[in-house]
Each structure stands twice: as structure tokens, then as C-alpha cells.
């Protein structure tokens, strides 16, 4: 019987539980969830400034300021960033000052330096400005009180800066998820070694680790495993008791040589699902003394479409994410997406575009068999084809974006 793809991840979600809240350095906390809100205690900026090179001066003395009929002020000198900019400016007499420096006693205003020529100690100002031009008041971006960051926000560069503009070098987060990787097989090798009959090289461990660390977790890469229940048991033991998560590779199906499947019965609690899905119809899910367990199936493509759809969910969830973090689009199949009612949701691996019609467009990225690992590298989206007859040349499709390659 197969599970229908949401409940499937329900059951997931159901036992991915949130981390717990950490102290991190700002250079750490990229991608983190906060836990609790930040409020500024301080002005930012901290004090009156000029937004770019010119002449501070009183607004007043610029009145009627043209091209042909500029204002002479006298220079009483120069103010360049991080100096305190105690330079008095009085009437008829301006100050250079140089970008993000502040603004002296008696100025209100600021010319940019395009609007002055300059001759000896005096400076012709050929435009004329208003209070407050170029100048950046004290408190314009926060005042003590303002929020900073909510909890539960995830952290950008942006929201990094200004944290480290009021003053922050910790922020409280919650823990990223540390997730062992293992693959398992017989068959499998590493590196440019010869292949012997019946052997291949392993590419899913290395495709699950990247995929980790895109989605913020911190990959523990547990190696190859061979068909052996013994030490298939003692990786996973090892594996639970120094990680939150585990993510496995092949041996999740119905063969008589699928020894993970047996090893996780006898370790833990485990749900073993024919989800309603293609590629990526196997999955396994349960928990280890307590630590979520994601046995992935061993068919490459299957392995990164069932992480995209179970595992990261599921991780970004322990880690205080409330999505996926992947965009979901409709978009227009150009070439239409065929395919034959099997009682599952198809999803093809596809190449996403933004459109000169405003809207995303999608085309297969090539074949689109379980193994063919080809079309996967090459692909930006998963195109989410229902249960049926396909979609048509230029029907709508939803499309999951994978990265930045959008």
C-alpha cells in the first residue's frame, strides 16, 4: 500500500524536535534561527553624519546658489571620519568633510563636492541646499528600544551587520543540526581506483553531505559501509550517539540483501513507507534511542529528491525552521511534462527561468531515469506532476527551486 506523500512527511515532522538554544560568534550564526528578539540600546548611526564627500555649511548661506552665481564661504578646514568633528562652522564658512564623518556645531547641511570648486581657503558652492541635505541624523536607522532581529528569524548577512552595529559579537540560536552521512553496499567505492565487475563509485554520500551543509547542518561524513549487519549496527550506534540526526543510503527496500532495513528494526523504531512519489518511492523513517533516522533509498536521484522532500524538512525543523527553505513556484512548462497515471506524484527533475512574461518557466533537464545522476546535476527545480496524464505545452506546474541557481 503506498503512503500518500504528505503523510509520509507529517510522520516525519511529527519527531524532528528542536534543538537546543546556543551562544554563537556573529561568524558562526549565518543561516541560524534566533531565539529570542533582539532590541537596539544604542542610536544608529550614533551621531550625525554626512552621507558623502562635500562641504558641511549653514543651509541659510546657500540661498540663491546657482551656476552662474555662486556662494563664497570661507574653508575652516577639513573633517574626515573618525574624528570627533569639533570644528565650529559659522556664518558664511564651511568645513571639507569626508563620507560618514560627523556633522560640526553650526552646520545643517552638506554639499556634495560635485557642486563646489574650491580656491585657496575659499569654496564657490554653485547649488543651493535645504536643512538636512546629505546629512544622516543621529538615530535614523535605530533608537534604544527598536527591534533588531524577532526570535525566530533566520539569519542573513544583513541581519549579521546591523547586529554587529549595535555592538553584538554573540547571538543566542538555536543549535544547527550536526548529521552523520553513511552509504551502504557491497558494491560501492571511493576515488579513481579500477573498478572490479559488479562495483561502482559511491556518489551519494558526497551529494547528502553538500546537501547538509546547504541546508545548514553540520554533515558528519561516517563513510562506506559494507553489507554486514555487524558493522551496519555498529555504525549506526555510533552514529546516534554522537549526532542528532542520521541520514542513510541504500539498503531501505525489499531485497533479501537490504541489511539496513533489518539492523534499524532491531536498533529502533522504524516506519518502512512505499511512498506515493517517483523517483524515491522507499523511505525509512524512525528513531535510533531517540535520534531521527532517514533511511534514504540507494538509486542516486531517488536519494537527493526523498532528502529534499523528508530529510531537509525535517532537520530544518529541529533546527527552529518553520519551512523547507525552498521556493515553491508555478510556473509554465514550455514543453509540457508527459507522463501515465500510476497512483504517485512525479517529480522531474527540471530547468527553471524567469520569463520577459513575469512569470517562472520549466523544462525537463534531461532523462529522467532513478540512476541517471546527470540530469539531477543539471537541473534547478523539481516540477511536481500530479497523478494523471501530464501537463500540457504551456500548462501551469508547481516547482520547488533547489539553490541559487534560479
Known amino acids: 500500500m503506498l503512503t500518500p506523500l504528505g503523510d509520509a512527511r507529517a510522520r516525519v515532522l511529527h519527531h524532528c524536535h528542536r534543538l537546543p538554544v546556543v551562544v554563537v560568534p556573529l561568524d558562526e550564526a549565518l543561516g541560524c534561527v534566533t531565539a529570542d528578539a533582539v532590541t537596539s540600546a544604542e542610536l544608529v548611526p550614533p551621531f550625525a553624519n554626512t552621507a558623502m564627500d562635500g562641504f558641511a555649511v549653514r543651509a541659510a548661506d546657500t540661498a540663491g546658489a546657482t551656476d552662474a552665481a555662486p556662494v563664497r564661504l570661507g574653508v575652516v578646514g577639513t573633517i574626515a571620519a573618525g574624528t570627533a568633528g569639533d570644528l565650529p562652522v559659522g556664518p558664511g564658512q564651511a568645513a571639507r568633510i569626508m563620507t560618514g564623518a560627523p556633522l560640526p556645531p553650526g552646520a545643517d547641511a552638506v554639499v556634495m563636492v560635485e557642486l563646489t570648486t ?11 541646499v535645504a536643512p538636512g541635505n546629505h546629512v544622516r ?9 527598536d527591534p533588531v532581529v524577532a526570535a525566530g528569524t533566520e539569519l542573513t548577512p544583513g541581519h549579521l551587520g546591523v547586529l554587529a552595529g549595535i555592538g553584538r559579537l554573540e547571538v543566542a540560536v538555536v543549535r544547527r543540526a550536526r548529521v552523520g552521512v553513511m552509504s551502504t553496499g557491497d558494491e560501492l567505492v571511493e576515488g579513481p581506483v579500477e573498478l572490479r565487475p559488479g562495483q561502482i563509485r559511491d556518489s551519494n554520500r558526497r551529494a547528502l553531505v553538500a546537501l547538509l551543509h546547504e541546508a545548514g547542518c553540520e554533515p558528519v561524513d561516517l563513510g562506506i559501509v559494507p553489507d554486514d549487519p555487524a558493522r551496519i549496527a555498529a555504525a549506526i550506534e555510533a552514529g546516534v ?9 541504500g539498503g531501505v527496500s525489499m531485497g533479501d540483501f537490504d541489511h539496513v532495513k533489518v539492523v534499524l528494526d532491531q536498533l529502533g523504531e522504524m516506519t518502512w513507507m512505499q511512498v506515493a512519489i517517483k523517483p524515491a518511492k522507499p523511505l525509512a523513517f524512525g528513531t535510533v534511542r531517540g535520534v531521527p533516522v532517514f533511511g534514504l533509498p540507494g538509486n542516486p536521484v531517488s536519494s537527493m529528491v526523498s532528502f529534499e522532500l523528508f530529510a531537509r524538512p525535517g532537520l530544518r525543523r529541529m533546527m527552529g525552521h518553520e519551512t523547507s527553505g525552498r521556493l515553491v513556484v508555478d510556473a ?12 504517485k506524484v ?8 524567469w520569463g520577459d512574461d513575469g512569470r517562472f518557466h520549466v523544462r525537463s533537464a534531461g532523462a529522467q531515469g532513478s540512476h541517471q545522476l546527470s540530469a539531477m546535476a543539471a537541473a534547478n527545480a523539481l516540477a511536481v506532476v500530479p497523478d494523471g496524464s501530464g501537463v500540457a505545452p504551456g500548462g501551469t506546474v508547481e516547482a520547488i527551486l533547489l539553490g541559487t541557481g534560479v
Open 137 to 145: 541624523r543621529a538615530g535614523d536607522d535605530l533608537r534604544p528600544g
Open 118 to 128: 574650491t580656491e585657496d581657503d575659499v569654496v564657490l558652492v554653485r547649488a543651493e
Open 346 to 353: 512525479h517529480f522531474v527533475r527540471a530547468l527553471a527561468a
Open 332 to 343: 509554465v512548462a514550455d514543453e509540457g511534462l508527459h507522463r501515465h497515471p500510476d497512483g
Open 241 to 249: 550517539a554522537s549526532c542528532d540526526a542520521l541520514v542513510t543510503s
